[in-house]
C-alpha cells in the first residue's frame, strides 16, 4: 500500500471526526437554545404573588441607564455573567409609583449592593420617588453592609438606615479625572492633528497636553461644586444634619477614624449617618417582626418580580405623546440601542411625524455629543416634525451636552433636572498621522496623485497644510453653526450665546439661569408641557424604540432569562472598582471612545469630561 493513499485515509479520517465533531457541538447549542427558549415560556406563565402587609426588596442591578443596551447576541448567551448589568430608571419609578397605591406593599427595603454607577439627575430622580413613597405612607428600610457615596444617597431617604457592624461609609465627594496620553503618543511618534474651537473645550486635551489646563480645572471645579452642594444639601436635609456635618464627614473621615481606632462602622453610626449596625440576620429579624414571616425569611418580593405583573390596562386615548430616548454617543449610520445613531434615531422621529395618534414628542436625552453631522442630521429631523405642526419637548436627563445639547437647540422646549450636566457648546476635530511612527520601523509610504489633496485624508502620511486648512476652516465654520442654531433655538444674540459657550459645561440649575433650557423638571414634567402644547388633555405616554428582529428579542428574553438564574455576589463594590480594573477602564473608555469618532469631515461636538463620579 503506498504512503499517500495511507496518508490520504489518516486526513480523511481526521476531516470526518472533525465534522461529526462540530455537527455535534452545533446540535448541542441548538438544543440548549430550544430548553432556554422554552425555560423563558413557561417561566412566563408563572403568576406573580405579591405578600399582603409584605415588603418590594428594591434590589437595584447594575448602571441606572435611559435606555438598555442592545447587547452582543453570542457574548449575552455565552458570557452572560461577565455582562455589565444595566436597570432602567424607567421601570424604578413605574414600579414606586405603583408601589404608593399598593395596599399590599406595607415596606420597600432598599438593598443598594449592586448599584452602579448613576448619574446625579437619576439618582436625584430616584430619591424624589422614594420620597413620595414616605408621604403616602410607606415605610422605607435600608439594609446594607457597605455603602458607596451614590448608593447611600438613596439610603439617606430611609426612615431607617442599617449597616453591618464591620461595613463602611465612605463620602469621597466627586471628582471628573481623565488619563493623558501626550507623552506615550511622543514615544509612539504619533502625530495628533488637533482642531478646535472655544476655551474650555476639554476633549481634544488628553491628545495634546500631560495635565489638566487652567480653563478646564476653573470651568469643572464649578460644576463640581454646585453638584456637590446639591448632593450634601440632600442627605444633610434627610438624616436631620447640618451641611456642615456632612462636608466634615467627607473632608476629615481620617482624623474621626482615628477617634474611633480604626472602626468605620462606628464612625457612620457617632456622626448620624446610620441608624443601626446589625448584621444581615439582625436585620432578617427585624423585618420580620415588622412585615412577618415566609419561608425563613421576612415576605417579600424583588423588584424584577414586581414590576413583571401584569398592570391594570390603562385607559385607551386616540391621542399619544410619543417618547424617544437618545442615548449614548452620536455616530452615524444605524446604531444599536444604548448608541445613537443618526439613521437609526432619525426612523424614529421619521415615523413619529407620520404617525397620525402621535400629537407631540419628548426627545430624552442623555447624551455627551459625538459626530457633528450627525447631530445635524437628527436636529434637522426634529425641526421637520415641529413644521408638521407637532411639537418637540427635551427632556435632558444625566447628560446633554455638546452634541447632545446641538440635537435639543431647537426645540419648542428644554427641560432639565438640577443636576443634569449640559452645554458643552464646542467643537473639535481630529486627525492622527502615523508617517513618523512607520518611519521609525523601516516603513514608509510614497506616491504620486493628480492635485493639492491626492491622498489627503491618508493617515499614514505627513499631512498636507492644505487639508490643515479645510480641517480648521470646517471647524470655524461648524462652531459659528452651532452658535447660530442655539441663538436661533433659545431667542438669543449669537454674542451672547457665544459667551456662554466656548466648550463649558454647566448644571441644569446654571443653564436655566443663563437660558439655555427653560424649566427644571423631569420627563413627567415634559410630556405633561408637550401635551399642552399639543393642546390635548386625554393621552397616553408611548416609547418609540428601534424595533427588533425575532431573533434579537429571542436572545433578549434568553440573556435576561440566564442573568435572572446566574449567581451574583452580595456587595456593594462592583467589579469595576477593582484595582485592575479602575487601571484598565480609563484606558478602554478613551480606545472607545476613539473607535466611535466616525464623523465624515472629522468635526465632533462631544463633551469627553462630562461623566462626573
Excluded at 189 to 199: A, P, Q, S, W, Y
Excluded at 220 to 238: I, K, R
Excluded at 307 to 323: C, F, T
Excluded at 395 to 406: H, I, K, L, N, T
Aim: negative net charge; contains cysteine.
Amino acid at each position: 500500500m503506498s504512503e499517500p493513499g495511507r496518508m490520504k485515509r489518516i486526513f480523511r479520517k481526521i476531516g470526518s471526526i472533525f465534522d461529526t465533531l462540530r455537527a455535534f457541538v452545533s446540535n448541542l447549542f441548538f438544543l440548549i437554545l430550544i430548553i432556554l427558549l422554552f425555560s423563558v415560556i413557561f417561566s412566563g406563565e408563572e403568576s406573580v404573588k405579591v405578600p399582603v402587609g409584605g415588603a418590594l426588596v428594591l434590589n437595584l442591578q447594575g448602571d441606572i441607564v435611559e435606555e438598555l443596551t442592545q447587547k452582543d447576541p453570542f457574548a449575552a448567551i455565552m458570557a452572560s455573567d461577565s455582562r455589565v448589568a444595566e436597570t432602567r430608571l424607567r421601570d424604578i419609578i413605574s414600579a414606586l409609583d405603583k408601589v404608593k397605591e399598593d395596599e399590599r406593599i406595607s415596606t420597600v427595603v432598599l438593598n443598594l449592593g449592586e448599584l452602579g454607577y448613576s448619574s446625579t439627575a437619576h439618582t436625584a430622580r430616584i430619591g424624589t420617588a422614594l420620597a413620595q413613597l414616605q408621604e403616602a405612607g410607606k415605610r422605607l428600610v435600608s439594609a446594607g453592609n457597605f455603602y458607596s457615596q451614590e448608593q447611600y444617597y438613596l439610603a439617606s431617604f430611609a426612615d431607617a438606615v442599617y449597616m453591618h457592624p464591620h461595613g463602611q461609609l465612605l463620602l469621597e465627594g466627586m471628582g471628573t479625572y481623565q488619563i493623558y496620553f501626550r507623552n506615550l503618543l511622543d514615544k509612539l511618534k504619533v502625530n495628533m492633528h488637533i482642531f478646535r474651537v472655544g476655551t474650555y473645550k476639554a476633549a481634544v486635551e488628553p491628545f495634546i497636553r500631560s495635565d489638566m489646563s487652567v480653563a478646564a480645572k476653573e470651568a469643572n471645579s464649578a460644576l463640581l461644586g454646585t453638584l456637590w452642594q446639591q448632593y450634601v444639601e440632600t442627605v444633610a436635609d434627610n438624616r436631620n444634619l447640618e451641611v456642615k456635618d456632612i462636608r466634615s464627614y467627607a473632608d476629615n473621615y481620617s482624623e474621626l477614624l482615628t477617634r474611633t481606632q480604626g472602626d468605620m462602622a462606628r464612625v457612620a453610626l457617632e456622626q448620624g449617618f446610620v441608624d443601626e449596625l446589625l448584621s444581615a440576620d439582625e436585620i432578617r429579624n427585624r423585618l420580620i417582626d415588622e412585615v412577618g414571616e415566609r419561608e425563613n425569611d421576612f415576605r417579600q418580593i424583588d423588584f424584577k418580580s414586581y414590576i413583571a405583573e401584569r398592570h391594570k390596562a390603562a385607559k385607551s386615548s386616540p391621542d399619544k405623546i410619543g417618547i424617544i430616548v437618545a442615548r449614548g454617543e452620536i455616530q452615524m449610520g444605524d446604531q444599536p440601542r444604548g448608541t445613537i445613531g443618526a439613521d437609526s434615531l432619525v426612523e424614529l422621529i421619521k415615523n413619529a411625524r407620520h404617525d397620525p395618534d402621535i400629537k407631540a414628542v419628548v426627545l430624552r436625552v442623555d447624551s455627551p455629543g459625538g459626530s457633528a453631522f450627525a447631530s445635524e442630521l437628527i436636529r434637522q429631523e426634529l425641526e421637520l416634525t415641529q413644521q408638521y405642526g407637532k411639537p418637540v419637548v427635551v427632556s435632558m436627563a444625566g447628560v446633554a451636552a455638546s452634541g447632545g445639547y446641538w440635537i435639543s437647540a431647537t426645540a419648542n422646549e428644554i427641560w432639565a433636572a438640577p443636576g443634569t450636566i449640559t452645554g458643552s457648546i464646542g467643537v473639535f476635530g481630529i486627525f492622527p498621522t502615523f508617517e513618523n511612527s512607520l518611519d521609525s520601523i523601516g516603513i514608509y509610504m510614497d506616491g504620486v496623485g493628480t492635485s493639492a489633496l491626492s491622498g489627503a485624508g491618508n493617515p499614514l502620511t505627513e499631512i498636507q497644510p492644505e487639508f490643515e486648512n479645510i480641517l480648521q476652516a470646517n471647524v470655524e465654520n461648524t462652531y459659528q453653526r452651532f452658535i447660530n442654531l442655539v441663538s436661533r433655538g433659545r431667542n438669543m444674540q449669537p454674542d451672547a450665546v457665544d459667551k456662554i459657550a466656548q466648550g463649558r459645561i454647566w448644571t441644569g440649575v446654571d443653564a436655566l439661569e443663563l437660558g439655555l433650557v427653560d424649566k427644571l423638571g423631569n420627563v413627567e414634567e415634559a410630556v405633561a408641557s408637550a401635551a399642552e402644547l399639543a393642546q390635548i388633555t386625554e393621552y397616553e405616554i408611548q416609547y418609540l424604540e428601534k424595533v427588533l428582529t425575532p431573533k434579537e428579542k429571542l436572545i433578549n428574553e434568553i440573556a435576561e432569562n440566564l442573568a435572572v438564574y446566574s449567581p451574583r455576589p452580595n456587595t456593594a463594590v462592583s467589579q469595576d472598582n477593582s484595582v485592575g480594573m479602575k487601571i484598565l477602564n480609563p484606558l478602554l473608555r478613551a480606545i472607545g471612545i476613539l473607535n466611535k469618532l466616525d464623523d465624515p469631515i472629522h468635526t465632533y461636538a462631544l463633551c469627553e469630561m462630562c461623566t462626573v463620579h
